[in-house]
């Protein structure tokens, strides 16, 4: 059965409350698509798994949202250099 723009399985939730700007411990490259619907940010991993960020594009005074996840990983077990991926104010399934 899929879940949510052809997902396989439900995703894991994080709600993001009023916070603009979030930093996952993930990298890159692990994410394949993403979409939105209303207000909510989801993740399409490369491991089949999803995630959904809650009110992610919710409107604030700061401007656009922002996702922050590594582009490298190192051997000690924590992620380094961080990407910041911007959103933009995009239609519902974009």
């Known amino acids: 059965m899929r879940h949510h723009y052809g997902f396989e399985r439900t995703p894991a939730s994080l709600d993001t409350g009023s916070t603009s700007h979030i930093a996952l411990d993930m990298l890159v490259d692990w994410i394949e698509a993403y979409a939105r619907q209303g207000a909510d940010l989801y993740l399409h991993l490369s491991n089949d798994e999803a995630v959904r960020l809650i ?26 250099n961080y990407r910041k991926l911007g959103f933009p104010v995009a239609r519902d399934g974009t």
């Open 55 to 80: 009110n992610f594009f919710h409107a604030d005074a700061y401007g656009q949202p922002s996702l922050l996840v590594a582009n490298t990983y190192s051997g000690s077990g924590f992620m380094v």
